[in-house]
């Protein structure tokens, strides 16, 4: 670090101390705008992998990274600033004492300067309860959106990233614990709008997934998510020393070390009846499905991200391996799987989201969006990466049809917001 830097770094500590929040700046404080390349980067916990970080610098395109967290103080800033050797204009950590800290206006205008934004490691609770519903998030999702933002975290930073999410509001909770009762105070399960990452809409994630044995808490998560919002959920898990960093086109690269993994978890779409045999308030979870009710591609990390797993089929993936999980009384099973098959899904899955769904999909010139009760609101249109395009409108009606005979083929995420001010994700597939 230099002796710029240096002063910087405990200039920014000093005048901090006793506010609200605690600033750490390393690097050049004259901030610059770069054209940043957007994308998701996920990591288990423990070590970060240095692979996957520098692939979340490269695309900040050379600009600023901001660091949040809730506890800990600067160990990013060596690190991301010049330990990796990649060019970046600074990076400011920015510990947030309490929740006061999430309306200060020089976060807030650091939020909008960023180019990248990593959530540390921590509490969960503590984002979600600091961070819902305030002008961070806003200003998070409309980094993600309109300025293609690099977003990441590890741990709990990574544990806040999905549609879904599991905010440790009572404390954390182990797979025998949930196992043995779905609806413990601790499985907390979240749909709330939070932070609105389109690739993520449907997804709830976990880490330290192998220390301890996470596996079993994540399939009671999708086993609430679909009992109690209808809504077929997948998920997606890492290891400690494991990341998956998810670009633009929705090929999630898996990056890691030794025999550290990743999981991604899906109901078996091949079922007709794809719900527990038994989800219910102080008894064990039973999820059967004759031996076959989640669907689980595992890959093992490499240094350079060669093995992945699309994210818009969630079929194609390459160096892993397909497993079938079950539970049985509480008691989770793994066996060998075959590759699922979701040809026709997407009527299927979307009619078991029983507040919104689109029909047909996937669709060559129109397409129908139909909700259970009056529809109200705004909605919008993303294409794969995330970026608007020009299609938007005022949804009015019990159902209401778009034509996408203009639309290239490709996936494409339908944003809904309700009356009620609720944010709604649809995917749809243009033939």
């Not at 994308?39 to 992998?49: K, L, P, R």
């Not at 999909?361 to 259970?372: C, T």
């Not at 249109?381 to 203009?406: C, H, Q, R, W």
Request: glycine share 10%.
């Amino acid at each position: 670090m230099n002796l710029f830097s240096s002063f910087i770094l405990l200039l920014f500590s000093a005048v901090s101390f006793g506010q609200h929040y605690t600033s750490y700046f390393t690097g050049n404080s004259t901030d610059i705008v770069t054209n940043p390349s957007g994308g998701v980067c996920m990591m288990g916990g423990a070590t970060e992998n240095d692979n996957a970080m520098i692939w979340f610098l490269n695309r900040c395109d050379g600009g600023d990274v901001l660091v949040i967290r809730a506890s800990g103080s600067d160990g990013y800033n060596d690190y991301l600033f010049e330990e990796l050797n990649v060019n970046v204009n600074s990076v400011e950590t920015i510990v947030f004492n309490d929740s006061e800290a999430s309306t200060d206006p020089y976060i807030l205008q650091k939020i909008k300067q960023a180019e990248g934004i990593w959530i540390a490691g921590g509490d969960q609770w503590d984002y979600v309860s600091y961070w819902r519903n305030t002008a961070i998030d806003s200003l998070i999702n409309d980094a993600l959106i309109n300025r293609s933002v690099v977003i990441g975290g590890t741990s709990a930073g990574m544990a806040v990233l999905g549609g879904f999410y599991f905010s440790a509001k009572n404390g954390t909770v182990t797979s025998a614990e949930a196992l043995a009762n779905p609806y413990n105070s601790k499985v907390q399960v979240d749909s709330s709008a939070f932070l609105n990452i389109p690739i993520l809409y449907d997804v709830i994630t976990d880490t330290h997934f192998d220390n301890p044995d996470r596996r079993g808490r994540s399939t009671v998560f999708l086993a609430r998510i679909l009992t109690d919002f209808g809504h077929d959920a997948k998920g997606i898990a890492c290891g400690e020393y494991t990341a998956v960093c998810i670009p633009s086109d929705g090929n999630a690269l898996v990056y890691g070390s030794g025999n550290h993994k990743a999981y991604f978890i899906q109901t078996n779409c091949e079922l007709q009846d794809r719900s527990p045999e038994t989800c219910t308030s102080g008894i064990p979870l039973t999820w059967n499905r004759n031996m076959q009710a989640l669907k689980v591609y595992r890959i093992t990390g490499t240094d350079t991200g060669t093995n992945t797993f699309n994210l818009n089929d969630w079929e194609t993936g390459t160096g892993g391996y397909w497993e079938n999980w079950y539970i049985n009384n509480g008691t989770l099973f793994v066996s060998p799987g075959e590759k699922i098959n979701c040809s026709g899904l997407g009527t299927t899955e979307t009619k078991i989201e029983n507040d919104i769904y689109i029909y047909p999909n996937p669709a060559e010139d129109k397409i129908f969006i139909q909700g259970s009760k009056y529809l109200s609101g705004d909605f919008e249109i993303f294409n794969a990466m995330g970026k608007p395009i020009n299609y938007s409108g005022i949804l009015d009606l019990t159902e209401f049809s778009l034509d996408v005979s203009k639309l290239k083929p490709g996936m494409y995420y339908l944003k809904i917001v309700t009356s009620d001010q609720k944010i709604k994700f649809r995917k749809f597939i243009k033939l």
